[in-house]
């Protein structure tokens, strides 16, 4: 379906969230994380056409979190012979699978968390993204489960830098600071299709591994609730405890919405409820609206 009026569609779903923002919780084992201002919600659309909408704080600065495990894997995809075997590809979204993406990128770069960063800034086309460096000792004083699970890989030999090493790149990709145009940006490559040959020169992934990614998001990138995103919203996502969430529509574009408070499941809960929103107004879903797939049955 067309979106021919995405800024009233992204102001009328701001509208429709706005009672949510301050039911969600914010995550309190990472200290800094819990001292953010929950009434914010921001929204960016991007799409492959070139157009771009947003509302709120779309350009309020934000900690990505575990969104960064997403880059840093299209950066280990796009640039490092990753060995499928090695665990790198298994689940790179929980953290087990995340520590040994970083693990990886610790080989291959000298200076990873500046790689991702230039990276980041590159897609972008923005300088500001930067790393939070009070989240970044907010998180890593307090990363005790990440310590135990990267003492536990080492211990099966499966990351070969130093537990330190692996911790301190993994509490600085967590602490990158974007904005949900910013993310939506760095997303949209996600979302090309084979058919748009317009966009071959911002290809960086193959289509295979495009595939594979966003196959991953579907399934895995909103933590426990992926199967009940899967089904009510039916878009690739990856969330992040931050409170930003990235959608991608393949053939059509990116979309990223933001706010601080996060339901059980630790994904944000105005962000989730306005990325379904979005999926429900358009009818944009790679599994079709349930309507219509229980018409077609
Ligand atoms: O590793 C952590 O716990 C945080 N830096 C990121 C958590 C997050 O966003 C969702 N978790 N897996």
């Not at 509208?15 to 923002?21: M, S, T």
């Not at 090695?86 to 087990?96: L, M």
């Not at 929103?277 to 879903?285: I, N, P, R």
Request: hydrophobic letters at 45%.
């Amino acid at each position: 379906m067309p979106i021919d009026d995405a800024d009233g569609l992204l102001a009328h779903i701001a509208a429709q969230v706005r009672p949510l923002l301050p039911q969600g919780q914010l995550p309190q084992y990472i200290p800094q994380l819990g001292r953010v201002d929950k009434m914010q919600f921001g929204m960016a659309l991007l799409m492959l056409d070139g157009r771009e909408a947003f509302v709120g704080d779309a350009d309020v600065p934000f900690s990505i979190q575990s969104i960064s495990k997403l880059f840093a894997l299209m950066l280990a995809l796009e640039r490092v012979q990753v060995d499928q075997e090695a665990g790198a590809t298994r689940n790179p979204f929980i953290n087990a699978g995340a520590l040994v993406v970083t693990d990886v990128l610790c080989s291959s770069f000298a200076q990873p968390e500046l790689a991702l960063l230039q990276t980041l800034r590159q897609s972008a086309d923005d300088e500001r993204v930067d790393i939070d460096q009070i989240v970044m000792r907010s998180e890593r004083e307090s990363c005790h489960r990440n310590a135990a699970i990267a003492h536990l890989l080492k211990s099966y030999g499966r990351i070969c830098n130093s537990v330190d090493t692996v911790l301190d790149t993994y509490c600085r990709q967590c602490a990158l600071t974007m904005n949900t145009r910013q993310i939506a940006r760095c997303a949209l490559p996600l979302a090309i299709s084979g058919r748009l040959s317009a966009h071959r020169a911002r290809e960086r992934l193959s289509a295979v591994q495009r595939h594979s990614v966003t196959a991953l998001m579907l399934t895995c990138g909103t933590y426990n609730a992926a199967g009940d995103f899967a089904a009510r919203v039916g878009l690739p996502m990856k969330s992040g405890v931050g409170g930003g969430i990235v959608a991608v529509i393949p053939g059509v574009g990116s979309v990223c919405a933001w706010s601080p408070g996060l339901d059980g499941a630790g994904n944000s809960l105005a962000a989730g409820r306005a990325i379904e929103l979005f999926a429900k107004h358009t009818g944009l879903s790679v599994l079709g609206s349930p309507a219509r797939t229980f018409k077609a049955l």
